[in-house]
Every structure is written in structure tokens, then in C-alpha cells.
């Protein structure tokens, strides 16, 4: 059972428009729920995290809104940059940071 | 910020050779280290867990005796492909999570390539 579905599997933004990814997540034990930026042929790095305890997260252009009642969190991208092409993951864990679960990636691609 | 270096960055093989990966921590101690695949335009898939100490908890389809995992020291683990074949050809990317919790911090990711 995937435990965290990840939407749309690819995004084209025009540059300084707002891209916006999806997840939703099966675990209510689950406590932490970061986006990975990953540049082609690099690991994934961390953008921005979100607690269940709040709604949003912002931080710089990127904001995390959060609905713990529809199980769903979302990446916000505002004045989408063609530096911002990239693949984004979102995940979840539990607290012990033992496992993270990974969406199945957005490829974004904005043009200039 | 705490950074997990892996090295090498790319590597191309021939069938049948063994082939070690090596993922460290460089300013912070990890007890715990994670050993990740990643298929061309897919997501990571977790391959095992490195535990420092003990032996390695590896996931439901992984063949622990094809990647050998060996956390040798509170800043290295490494990951050893053996008897490679091309299917194994793959991003292998590692990652440890900051001392608390968190963040979890990946290394750049190693490019195997077995001929």
C-alpha cells in the first residue's frame, strides 16, 4: 500500500506563475512531512517541513498548506523561476525518523 | 549545514565484479544511515537501514546478501553491490538524519553502471 501519493507526476509553469503539488498520506501516526528538491543526477536536498500542528508554512516563495483532516499537504511554489525546474518529493515519517516515505516525485519544468 | 558526502559519484563496472559505495556524515555522528535506489524518473525506494553496531535491517525484496551494508564507524556506512549485474545499474543515494530528528540529509547519489 502506497503511503504517500503524490500528484501530478509532471507540471509546466510559466515563469512567475505559482506551481502547486499535491500528497495525501494513508498514516495519521505520521508527524513530519518535509519536500525534497532533486536536481538531475544529485540527491535530494530539503526545501521546507511542515508540522501537523499548524496550517501553513511559508518561506520565501515556497509554502506548505496543510489539511490534517483530508490527510493532504501541498507545495506552493509563488513566482515560479526556470531555476526552480526540478523534481519535488514530498515525504512522511513518524517521529523516531526511522523511515521516510516518499511520494512518487513532480517533475517541474518552468519556462521562461 | 550538516552535510553526508558519498563518494564514488560515478562508477562503471564490469559483470560479475563487486563494487563498494561509501556515504559519510562530515560534521555530525549518525547512529542510523539509509541506503536508497532510484530508477530513472521514479521515486526513492529504501533499501536498508545501516545501524551502526548492528546489523543492517534491510526491506522486504532486498537481497542483503547482494548488498552488503557495513556501518563501520559512527560517520561511514557502506554499501557493497556484489557480483554486480546490469540490472543492478542505478542511482544508490544514502542519507542520515540530523542528530533529534529533524531533517534527514541525502548525499549526492552514486551512478553504478555494470557493463
Known amino acids: 500500500q502506497q503511503q504517500v501519493k503524490q500528484s501530478p507526476q509532471s507540471l509546466i509553469v510559466q515563469k512567475g506563475g505559482i506551481s502547486i503539488i499535491n500528497c495525501a498520506y494513508e498514516?495519521?501516526?505520521?508527524?513530519?512531512f518535509p519536500w525534497y528538491q532533486q536536481f538531475p543526477g544529485k540527491g535530494p536536498a530539503l526545501l521546507i517541513a511542515?508540522?501537523?500542528?499548524?496550517s501553513e508554512k511559508k518561506e520565501g516563495r515556497f509554502t506548505i498548506s496543510f489539511n490534517k483532516s483530508a490527510k493532504q499537504f501541498s507545495l506552493h511554489i509563488m513566482d515560479s523561476q526556470p531555476g526552480d525546474s526540478a523534481t519535488y518529493f514530498c515525504?512522511?515519517?513518524?517521529?523516531?525518523?526511522?523511515?521516510?516515505?516518499f511520494g512518487s516525485g513532480t517533475k517541474l519544468n518552468v519556462k521562461p | 549545514g550538516a552535510v553526508v558526502s558519498q563518494h564514488p559519484s560515478r562508477v562503471i563496472c564490469k559483470s560479475g565484479t563487486s563494487v563498494k559505495i561509501e556515504c559519510r556524515s562530515l560534521?555530525?555522528?549518525?547512529?542510523?544511515m539509509f541506503w536508497y535506489r532510484q530508477f530513472p524518473k521514479k521515486s526513492l525506494m529504501l533499501m536498508a537501514t545501516?545501524?551502526?553496531?548492528?546489523?543492517?535491517?534491510?526491506e522486504q525484496g532486498v537481497e542483503k546478501d547482494k548488498f552488503l551494508i557495513n556501518h563501520a564507524s559512527l560517520t561511514l556506512s557502506t554499501l557493497t553491490v556484489t557480483s554486480a549485474h546490469p540490472e543492478d545499474s542505478s542511482f544508490y543515494i544514502c542519507?542520515?538524519?540530523?542528530?533529534?530528528?529533524?531533517?534527514?540529509?541525502f548525499g549526492e547519489g552514486s551512478r553504478l553502471t555494470v557493463l
Open positions: 560534521d555530525f555522528q549518525a547512529t542510523t
Open positions: 542519507s542520515a538524519p540530523a542528530l533529534g530528528g529533524g531533517e534527514l540529509f
Open positions: 515525504a512522511a515519517t513518524l517521529g523516531n525518523f526511522n523511515k521516510f516515505y
Open positions: 545501516s545501524n551502526e553496531g548492528s546489523k543492517a535491517t534491510y
Open positions: 498514516n495519521t501516526a505520521f508527524d513530519y
Open positions: 511542515i508540522r501537523p500542528d499548524v
